[in-house]
């Protein structure tokens, strides 16, 4: 699953807990956390505003006294409050919803606060419009706490998760780009950038130089053997900068590669790759050797050859 369908799953989760009914208050009560009781609705927020409203469950509030809904509600269908009493009653009856008995923790009787003029316009009686926030009895509670819980729980867990996917994601770009790099290192060789500039400036000096000398220089050929022919371990054939890959540059098949390998360590593969060009092109020369090492990124092994310089 993606980060940001985990982090929509979590946000969903989150805003989808319905509010629940106080554990201590009945419907037309809330309960009060600093004094530990219940307190009455009507005396908190008076009555109704407007025809066809009643308070909603617990005036909103849940039991830490954070709003979680409006204080009152539009009365379901086939119901009616013309009276404005704290609840609905079934339209055309004449008889008021019965009133649930108080809680045994009530809060001490204090005078209702008076009837507030009622926001809507004849024209809009279905639902409360924004103005009704201009009124203490019924402005709109606030939010913070519906939302910022959820949103602290939802952030506590999902910026751990986002900096792991993070770390995962740049770990495994970095594996598969040195995995796929046309470029590999033999283990122990030195390709720092300097010493590869370095070398290849003696290239220009060993262009006129036929391939042919190395094979007279054996103090130089044995360096570069010892160099070149060593493959890595189980992991070698990965590795770039081998005679092998050096055969290969000189566009010999891996056939001969292979049956060059087979005759050590009787007889170098670098030592019969070197015969084995002298006799197909005559006309090679150490430049071209020193291109094909640079190419491959053996700069301990041009900085070698460059003794020929």
Excluded at 174 to 179: M, P, W
């Amino acid at each position: 699953m993606r980060p940001q369908h985990l982090l929509s799953a979590a946000l969903f989760l989150a805003q989808a807990v319905p509010h629940e009914a106080s554990q201590h208050c009945n419907r037309l009560e809330y309960w009060n956390p600093d004094n530990l009781c219940c307190g009455s609705c009507l005396q908190r927020f008076g009555p109704p505003p407007c025809p066809d409203y009643e308070f909603s469950e617990n005036c909103g509030l849940n039991d830490f006294g954070d709003h979680v809904m409006h204080p009152f509600q539009e009365c379901p269908r086939g119901q009616c409050n013309p009276d404005l009493a704290e609840l609905c009653s079934f339209c055309g009856s004449g008889t008021r919803a019965p009133t649930p008995e108080g809680s045994r923790q009530r809060c001490g009787e204090k005078p209702a606060p008076t009837k507030e003029p009622c926001p809507l316009k004849p024209e809009t009686p279905s639902v409360l419009s924004s103005q009704e926030t201009s009124s203490p009895a019924i402005s709109s509670p606030p939010r913070t706490s519906e939302h910022t819980i959820p949103w602290q729980a939802l952030l506590t867990f999902a910026l751990p998760l986002v900096l792991v996917l993070l770390v995962t994601s740049a770990a495994i770009l970095l594996f598969a780009r040195k995995r796929h790099s046309p470029y590999l290192p033999y283990p122990g060789s030195n390709t720092s950038g300097g010493s590869l500039v370095t070398s290849e400036a003696e290239l220009p000096n060993l262009a006129s130089q036929p391939l042919s000398r190395l094979l007279d220089e054996l103090e130089v050929l044995e360096e570069l053997i010892v160099l070149l022919d060593p493959e890595p371990g189980p992991g070698g054939a990965l590795a770039c900068g081998t005679t092998r890959h050096l055969a290969a540059k000189y566009g010999l098949p891996a056939s001969w590669s292979t049956f060059a390998y087979s005759l050590r360590p009787s007889h170098s593969p670098l030592r019969a790759l070197i015969e084995m060009v002298v006799a197909r092109e005559p006309s090679a020369s150490l430049g071209q050797l020193g291109t094909h090492l640079a190419q491959l990124g053996r700069a301990d092994a041009l900085q070698v050859l460059s003794k020929l310089a």
